[in-house]
Structures are given as C-alpha cells and as structure tokens.
C-alpha cells in the first residue's frame, strides 16, 4: 500500500507548467527528506528534487536546475513539485518518496535509501 498519494499530474504543451502534490497517507513527514523521481518508459528512475527534512536544503538533477521547484507543507503533511518551462524530455511517470536521514539537512537524488514511496501520476508533454 503506497504511503504517499500523487495528484497533479497530466497533459501539457511544452513550455507549459504543472504543479505536483504529494500526501503522506499514513505517516507525519516532519524531519523526512522528501524527493521526486521519474521514471520514463524503457528507463531507470531518477531523482528529479529533494528537500531535506530541515527543509533547509535542495537538491536538483541538472536537467530540471531552473525550471523546477520542490517545496514542503508540514502543517499539511504534504510536498509539492513546481514544473514550469517543460519540456518533451520531461515525460514520465512522477513518484515523490520520503526518508530520514542521520541530517536533517541532507538531500539525496539517488533513490535506493528511500523507503516511503507513492504510486506515481503521469506527466505527458505534448506538441
């Protein structure tokens, strides 16, 4: 059972913009990191951001440096994933995940330590 539920996913033009929500279901995710993956067809998964359970840290893969912007609620138990300027490139399958790390101020993109996942939401850019 997927402790995470994704929404906000769909069908944009490039050059267009979504915004990614993710909600922990069962779980609290203060003091988790908390990353966004994608994984397209016929590739691995790859982290897109993370925030770090501080909050006080981000990381970003290179391709999305500028165009993305991953964001946390707390008081919502939620985390958000900003996609503007997107690109062909950039369709897949969206998963947001959570873990703790020794720092709260620690991101990661590798997806292995993650251990909190979602079932992911599809972003299709189109022209």
């Known amino acids: 059972q997927s402790q995470f539920v994704e929404s906000g996913g769909g069908l944009v033009q490039p050059g267009g913009s979504l915004r990614l929500s993710c909600a922990a279901s069962?779980?609290?995710?203060?003091?988790?990191?908390i990353g966004w993956f994608r994984q397209a067809p016929g590739k691995e998964r790859e982290g897109v951001a993370c925030?770090?359970?501080?909050?006080?840290?981000?990381k970003y893969a290179d391709s999305v440096k500028g165009r993305f912007t991953i964001s946390r609620d707390n008081t919502k138990n939620m985390a958000f994933l900003q996609m503007n300027s997107l690109k062909s490139e950039d369709t897949a399958v969206y998963y947001c995940?959570?873990?703790?790390?020794?720092?709260?101020?620690?991101?990661?993109?590798?997806?292995?330590?993650?251990?909190?996942w979602g079932q992911g939401t599809q972003v299709t850019v189109y022209s």
């Open positions: 925030i770090s359970g501080s909050g006080g840290s981000t």
């Open positions: 069962d779980f609290t995710v203060n003091s988790y990191a």
């Open positions: 995940a959570a873990v703790i790390f020794q720092s709260l101020d620690y991101a990661s993109l590798f997806p292995g330590p993650f251990n909190y």
